[in-house]
């Protein structure tokens, strides 16, 4: 497979670093089949779907994973280090992995102090330069610490340029959120639905469902090679319970269009169906790489925001779409002056 074929410059100025204000105002594309483009606006969503279909969101919580603190000087000659500290993956009720700065002058066994009484110490190092944290709280005390001395975990596109601030608190973060916080990047679809957009879907009739999937710092990575001849990208864990396998089965079978709300929910759909289109429970991890000449199983349209030129997630809308047709899409929206990433506009991708 040629990389190449899934790039395209993007102008810097196009990389959103707020979210339209209100959320529902951001531009929506809708890309068709047929390689038909329109201009609209979220608020837009429910005249194109129908009264039944159902829209599927993923309702993981992000953690406030974006930590700073300081690595006690290790003897009376030494210095106090501050670091920067990132959680990439839980593990547990007490240990998570992450990436931490400055590198070089952490060890196995410090003791990284973020507040009086919440520290942790580094237990092991993983491939990436990722290190494991043993945390000094757990469970919901260790949700309750992140909570009140982290920040919203942005984007790296969006960090290189400012720094998270009581706004991302809000806007980071979608409105049907659950319980569960484990994500550390946001179901960033998700974030364009206002409470007065889903009254409208809901007056529409058409029907909302949630999965889970808990969003990983993977998300933002390069493709690598072994990815690509592995046919496989990164774990994250995901949940489809057995009651939402059969209601979106129900109403696929009944002729209604099953519609995942974000790339986390769709490779949740596809991660769970079977060769006959049929949706199963699944929970646990899923590494799934949805690339062009994959089958697309469960997936009746998408709504979805611009990803990263070369990413696995582009090539995922053009596994769905077609590469020419979402390079046209592309194009047409870097030329109307679309706003890009995780706070950026939508498309709907249209199939048939």
């Known amino acids: 497979m040629d990389l190449s074929e899934f790039e395209f410059d993007l102008p810097e100025h196009l990389i959103a670093l707020r979210p339209a204000d209100p959320q529902d105002s951001a531009r929506l594309l809708v890309v068709h089949g047929d390689g038909r483009l329109e201009d609209a606006t979220v608020r837009d969503l429910p005249r194109y779907l129908s009264a039944g279909d159902v829209m599927v969101f993923n309702d993981t919580r992000v953690l406030p994973a974006a930590l700073t603190g300081v690595r006690p000087a290790r003897d009376e000659s030494g210095q106090n280090v501050a670091c920067d500290v990132n959680l990439t993956e839980r593990m547990d009720a007490r240990r998570w992995r992450a990436l931490a700065r400055p590198g070089r002058r952490l060890k196995e066994s410090d003791t ?20 494991e944290l043993c945390f000094s709280l757990a469970g919901d005390e260790l949700t309750d610490a992140l909570d009140a001395h982290g920040a919203m975990p942005l984007p790296p596109y969006i960090a290189r340029r400012r720094p998270a601030d009581a706004l991302d608190r809000e806007t980071y973060q979608t409105r049907f959120a659950g319980e569960d916080a484990a994500s550390v990047a946001a179901p960033t679809a998700g974030l364009h639905f206002t409470p007065r957009l889903l009254a409208d879907i809901d007056a529409a009739g058409i029907v909302r469902e949630t999965v889970r999937l808990h969003v990983g710092l993977g998300t933002f990575k390069p493709l690598e090679a072994a990815q690509l001849e592995a046919n496989r990208l990164h774990e994250e864990w995901r949940r489809l319970t057995p009651e939402v396998a059969a209601k979106l089965n129900t109403a696929r079978a009944g002729g209604h269009r099953v519609v995942p709300v974000g790339t986390t929910a769709m490779r949740t759909l596809e991660s769970c169906v079977d060769t006959d289109g049929i949706l199963h429970a699944a929970t646990g991890p899923t590494d799934i790489f949805l690339k062009p000449g994959d089958a697309v199983r469960a997936t009746d349209a998408l709504v979805t925001n611009f990803h990263l030129p070369g990413s696995s997630l582009f090539m995922l809308v053009c596994a769905l779409m077609g590469t020419e047709i979402m390079q046209a899409a592309y194009a047409h929206a870097i030329a109307s002056e679309y706003r890009f990433y995780s706070y950026g506009d939508a498309c709907l991708l249209l199939p048939t």
């Open 112 to 131: 990284i102090i973020f507040a009086e009484g919440f520290s942790a110490e580094i237990t092991g190092r993983h491939e990436g330069g990722e290190i």
